[in-house]
């Protein structure tokens, strides 16, 4: 079974090159994915055979007497779902209306170059052809746009109209011209490693004196990529925008389900979910109002986190902003590392990186290479701003570095030789990574570390936003009636303006960085989700393996707990909770 995921991983790094780059399976790959119809249907046909394979693979084993062991179980499992949940996804069309401010083709495009080496001259000229290439990839995007246009296939207007403005932000982002240029116009340069990235040059780092003829190069590459970006931005707009009009905002709840299956790997009952997201909501609003009492007395928590946001302790300037959340990292990989965790030597190094212009407003992370020569990277979009107030970031940062998506991430890729390259790194689910991260906030505030003023209260309202998430995720995407215990619009059904209204109205986030977070769960259905109910059954199994720790008499030890988890590889959570329970 792992040998036909990891054939899997192997053959889909010839179809997605950006994948490939990714993971650091082939250096020096120049190529941009086939994201035309054709090249989906591709995708399609290695899924069907791959899944034909391990079902051969199941059968001989089968025959032979051949008892698997608990990781090739756990992997054969989890190709079959995520395979299935793959070609349902396609079955319905969604890659032919795939439009989005986070999660869409052209924006794997642009992350692919800022995941390039780009430290010798070399470096730069597997770029350049790799950049020559954008035009072509983009058409291929555009034409499953239109195919998916031609069946009466759209993406949610809202989402097409920032979608556009985002395209057309990095076509005209820099001092050079575009968001391609500005990168070209870094090469040669060192800001790469240590500067703020605001060039979209994040990994330019020591590549001194480019021939001439390869800045030419660049230079051509870039400005035809920008054009192809500015074209692409002009088509939304103009041509595919008009037609998309009258078209949902929602998704309703059959196409609900097939979306929410890519993001947890499991069956979701979406109004089972709603539910306990206001359960969860309810909660989270009278802890914080008790927290508020303590940065703020007689405040509530808006009054508190305003306050914060005014008067509590900043960090002025991007660069300032940057260091300081990489010495957080590092600080809190020394304190971790033997008390709570034991981290390989690769595990302790991830860096702190400032989001290129044009990206959506929420921190992300990502991962290291497979040999760790790119290490795994925090990022952190600025909105144009240059103070930024601690008590918001600090149990974010906790959840995007360490001990939440790098620890996971990076540890999954050490054990990869001991799982398979498939559990570790394409096979991942959402709801397992991102929930571990909610947990990783959780053990956190658990360990005592939130004790900057404001911080307990920061995590509070990360835990709220995700709560939130639940109840309006499914609630847009299902138009629901807002229940009549609601402390808003009650008895009114969800639209994204009432979505927007009600962040803004519970949430200590500021109101642009709410409504990009409303187009991102319109453009990604069922995402959203993943966090909440993913910490649930993280929560729910480390619960389970405590009570039967002590059933047998036996002492809990959490640190091992951790390490054992983290190296199961990636789960969906129909298996999650039930796994974590047997460490």
Known sequence: MRTVADEYVHALADLDPIMATSLGLKPGEYRLPDLSPAGHGA???????TLEQLTAAETAADAAGNHTSGDERRCARLLRERLNAALAMSAQGEHLREVSNIFAPP?????????MPAATADDWSVIARRMALVPEALGGYQASLTEGASRGLFASPKVTE?????????AQAGDAGGWFADFAAAAGTATGAGGTGEAG???AAGADGLPGSLRADLGRAAAAADEAVGALARWLGQVYLPQAEGTSDGVGAERYRTCARRWTGATVDPREAYEWGW??????????????ERVLPGASAQQAMAYLDDSGQAIEGVAEIRDWLQDLMDRTIADLNGSHFDLAEPLRTVQARIAPPGSAAAPYYTAPSQDFARPGRTWLPTLGRTRFPLWGLISTWYHEGVPGHHLQLAQWRYVSGDLSLYQTTVGGVSACSEGWALYA??????????DTPGARLGYLDAQNLRAIRVIIDIGMHLELEIP????????QRWTPDLALEFFTSYSGQGREFLASEVIRYLSGPGQAISYKLGERAWLTGRAAAREAHSARGLEFD?????????SLGSLGLDDLAEELATL
């Open 43 to 49: 995708l399609d046909d290695l899924a069907r055979s």
């Open 107 to 115: 924006h794997r495009i642009r992350g692919t170059f800022l995941d």
């Open 162 to 170: 920032v979608a556009a403005g985002q395209m057309r932000e990095w």
């Open 201 to 203: 040059a994040a990994g």
């Open 279 to 292: 359960s969860q909501f309810s909660d989270l609003q009278e802890q914080m109002r008790t927290e508020a």
């Open 441 to 450: 906030e959780r053990l956190m505030d658990e360990l005592g570390y939130l």
């Open 484 to 491: 009549a215990f609601s402390p808003f619009a009650a008895g």
């Open 558 to 566: 959490l640190k091992s707990w951790h390490m054992a988890a983290l």
